[in-house]
């Protein structure tokens, strides 16, 4: 009979503890220190309207933009998943036909991991360079200059490898003026 009321003790206190004390903890210092994170790291174009999270890709489609790498969600984050395809994948091999068909090359012929992965490396940009340009009459100079600018580290320096935002750089190509 002890055993069963030690167990019961137990259990309320890690509840307590489990499931509503650290998820309060968590929120707070979640809010204090993080609360642009929290709020789904928005970004807004020019009018201030909210365009996206820096943290899940976007299909777009227009010449005149840089491309994130395909989705095998269709960019949808309630559904975040990869297509499972392996390399011995009929599917797979008609797919990456089609986008190297399209002009696709390198990373940007296969979906990534979640789906939502909003950036692409900053070779793939520059793969993206000749088409950007030429949609939008700049030099390929400029272009180049504004992948160099929203081109980020390796994270805390050591980790992963460099990348870009497609959203962030695409909205920054949007306010630049001839």
Do not use: C
């Given at each position: 009979?002890?055993?069963?009321?030690?167990?019961?003790?137990?259990?309320?206190?890690?509840?307590?503890?489990?499931?509503?004390?650290?998820?309060?903890?968590?929120?707070?210092?979640g809010?204090?220190?993080?609360?642009?994170?929290?709020?789904?790291?928005?970004?807004?174009?020019?009018?201030?309207?909210?365009?996206?999270?820096?943290?899940?890709?976007?299909?777009?489609?227009?010449?005149?933009?840089?491309?994130?790498?395909?989705?095998?969600?269709?960019?949808?984050?309630?559904?975040?998943?990869?297509?499972?395809?392996?390399?011995?994948?009929?599917?797979?091999?008609?797919?990456?036909?089609?986008?190297?068909?399209?002009?696709?090359?390198?990373?940007?012929?296969?979906?990534?991991?979640?789906?939502?992965?909003?950036?692409?490396?900053?070779?793939?940009?520059?793969?993206?360079?000749?088409?950007?340009?030429?949609?939008?009459?700049?030099?390929?100079?400029?272009?180049?200059?504004m992948?160099?600018?929203?081109?980020?580290?390796?994270?805390?320096?050591?980790?992963?490898?460099?990348?870009?935002?497609?959203?962030?750089?695409?909205?920054a190509?949007?306010?630049?003026?001839?």
């Amino acid at each position: 009979m002890k055993t069963i009321f030690v167990s019961i003790k137990l259990l309320l206190v890690m509840t307590i503890l489990t499931g509503i004390i650290y998820p309060l903890v968590s929120t707070v210092i979640g809010s204090v220190f993080f609360s642009r994170q929290m709020q789904g790291s928005f970004l807004r174009n020019e009018k201030g309207e909210v365009v996206g999270s820096e943290w899940i890709a976007q299909s777009f489609k227009e010449p005149k933009y840089f491309w994130p790498r395909p989705s095998a969600n269709s960019y949808d984050p309630q559904s975040s998943g990869g297509s499972n395809l392996g390399p011995t994948s009929q599917t797979l091999v008609e797919q990456v036909h089609l986008r190297r068909q399209s002009g696709l090359e390198g990373e940007l012929l296969f979906a990534s991991a979640s789906g939502l992965d909003p950036h692409i490396s900053p070779s793939s940009a520059i793969l993206q360079l000749d088409r950007v340009a030429q949609a939008r009459g700049w030099s390929q100079e400029k272009v180049r200059v504004m992948i160099g600018k929203f081109t980020e580290g390796r994270q805390w320096g050591f980790l992963g490898e460099p990348r870009v935002n497609v959203l962030k750089l695409n909205l920054a190509l949007d306010l630049v003026r001839n």
